[in-house]
C-alpha cells in the first residue's frame, strides 16, 4: 500500500510531464545528420518502417555521438526535474525517419519502454500545391490525453481538461520526450522536401532499487 498524503491543498494527480528543448549547436550537426541519414536512407528502402533492424543511435559517426550525448543529458533533467534523484541506468534505442510526401505515422504508442522521444533533423515550411484543407498541420505531432476521451466532456472555459490533444509543430534542433506510454500521431509531411528525425526509446536496465516503497 502506497504511504498515506497527509497534507493539505492543491496537487496535480498522476501528471504527465513532458518536455521540449531546443539543443545548442543543432544547426551545425543537422547538416551532418542529414546527409548521413539520406545516404543510409538511398541504401535501405525500408530505413523508416524497419526501425527494429539496427539501433541508429550506436553508429559510430560524430554528429550521432553528439546526438546521443545531448539525448543523454536530457534523460537526466527530465528525471531530475521528476525528483527521482537516484541512479537510474538506461539503454538508448534510435531509429530514423525520412518521411516524403504524404508520409505518416498513425496512433501509437512505444511498447516496453519507459519513454519515448524525437529529434528533429529537418522539418520542411513549404506545400506542395495540392488540393487539401486549411485546417491540415502537415509535420505537426500530436499527444492525446491518456486518461481517455471522455476526461473533457463537461469540460468549461480555463479547465485544463478542456483540450484531448496537444499538438507541436516542431523546429529543427529541437528534441521532444515523453512517458512512452503517451499515444501520439505523426500528421502527414505536405512538402516534396523530405521531413528527417530521429526517434528513439529508453529502455530501463532494471534494477531492484527500482521498486517502490510498499508499507
Known amino acids: 500500500m502506497a504511504e498515506q498524503e497527509t497534507g493539505e491543498g492543491l496537487q496535480a494527480l498522476w501528471p504527465t510531464i513532458f518536455l521540449r528543448r531546443t539543443l545548442p549547436g543543432a544547426d551545425v550537426a543537422n547538416q551532418a545528420l542529414a546527409a548521413f541519414i539520406l545516404e543510409l536512407d538511398e541504401n535501405k528502402a525500408d530505413l523508416t518502417t524497419d526501425y527494429l533492424s539496427g539501433n541508429l543511435l550506436t553508429a559510430e559517426h560524430p554528429a550521432v555521438s553528439w546526438l546521443r550525448d545531448c539525448i543523454n543529458r536530457t534523460i537526466a533533467d527530465y528525471f531530475r526535474q521528476l525528483g527521482m534523484a537516484y541512479p537510474i541506468d538506461w539503454s538508448l534505442m534510435g531509429w530514423a525517419n525520412v518521411n516524403r510526401l504524404g ?17 528533429y533533423v529537418q522539418v520542411p515550411t513549404d506545400r506542395a500545391p495540392l488540393k487539401t484543407r486549411k ?50 500521431f505523426v500528421h502527414p509531411n505536405l512538402s516534396e522536401t523530405p521531413r ?20
Request: no cysteine; glycine share 6%; charged share 15%.
Open 135 to 184: 485546417d491540415v498541420r502537415p509535420g505537426a505531432i500530436t499527444f492525446y490525453d491518456p486518461r481517455g476521451p471522455a476526461v473533457n466532456m463537461n469540460a468549461i472555459r480555463g479547465d485544463p481538461y478542456i483540450e484531448a490533444e496537444y499538438t507541436v509543430m516542431p523546429q529543427p534542433g529541437q528534441i521532444l520526450l515523453w512517458p512512452a506510454f503517451l499515444t501520439h
Open 103 to 119: 508520409d505518416y505515422h498513425d496512433p501509437h504508442n512505444h511498447p516496453h519502454s519507459y519513454l519515448s522521444g524525437t529529434y
Open 196 to 215: 528527417i528525425s530521429i526517434s528513439f526509446n529508453v529502455v530501463l536496465k532494471w534494477s531492484d532499487e527500482y521498486l517502490p516503497r510498499q508499507d
